[in-house]
């Protein structure tokens, strides 16, 4: 496996090079959007390889919903622990790796304390969580995720992570939630991150549980 996420991981590099080569030439050739090519069986790429085990392949990107106070975070914080540690999250095997914990509404003392809870809750070294798991605590510092893609990908470049945890995506969104522009144009930020570091980006949103029509 190691083998697979390595020759994945040079992948990334080269097409995130190759990418910043040819944005100039592809804004002006074709809008900046990707040109129509024919679907060719015959040459499929391989897949990325599982960073969770039948959930989620390296470089995708998954949402975590449920109405407040779920479990959200809860379950963020244990699949950082996973991956950091190779265990396991909901049964689910998951690949050791390292990960960028990005916070927007814990403060450092609190957050720190329910990590090391769900460690020792998991029996998990807390060397190897130190050696596997970075923070950025946004607190009061948040800005929407299209201005802050481009720091993200700065600051994390060259760090391996294999997984980006965004907590929750509400302090990164700009504008309402229930609209589609805005909407798009987060998971546009999402996805700019996700491509510029080759990595999985995780991110958690609240939704009401349901809406009672009279």
């Given at each position: 496996m190691s083998e697979v996420v390595d020759a994945w991981e040079d992948e990334a590099r080269r097409a995130g090079e190759l990418a910043g080569d040819m944005s100039q030439e592809a804004e002006r050739e074709e809008g900046g959007l990707p040109p129509i090519v024919p679907l060719d069986l015959a040459d499929v790429p391989p897949l990325r390889?599982?960073?969770?085990?039948?959930?989620?392949?390296?470089?995708?990107?998954?949402?975590?919903?449920?109405?407040?106070?779920?479990?959200?975070?809860?379950?963020?914080?244990?699949?950082?622990?996973?991956?950091?540690?190779?265990?396991?999250?909901?049964?689910?095997r998951c690949e050791k790796g390292r990960v960028l914990y990005i916070d927007g509404e814990t403060d450092?003392?609190?957050?720190?304390?329910?990590?090391?809870?769900?460690?020792?809750?998991?029996?998990a070294d807390h060397a190897c969580v130190k050696?596997?798991?970075?923070?950025?605590?946004?607190?009061?510092?948040?800005?929407?995720?299209?201005?802050?893609?481009?720091?993200?990908a700065d600051r994390a470049s060259g760090k391996g992570y294999n997984a980006v945890i965004l907590d929750p995506a509400y302090p990164f969104m700009d504008g309402d939630e229930n609209s589609a522009g805005d909407v798009r144009s987060f998971c546009n930020a999402i996805t700019?991150?996700?491509d510029r570091l080759g990595c999985s980006v995780i991110y958690d949103h609240h939704h009401f549980p349901g809406v009672r029509h009279a």
């Open positions: 390889p599982e960073l969770i085990e039948g959930v989620l392949r390296q470089g995708h990107v998954m949402m975590l919903g449920g109405p407040s106070k779920a479990g959200k975070t809860q379950s963020l914080v244990e699949l950082a622990v996973a991956i950091a540690a190779g265990g396991t999250w909901f049964g689910l450092p003392a609190s957050f720190a304390h329910r990590f090391r809870g769900v460690a020792d809750r998991l029996a050696a596997s798991v970075d923070v950025w605590i946004l607190r009061g510092k948040s800005r929407p995720l299209g201005e802050l893609a481009g720091q993200i700019e991150v996700s």
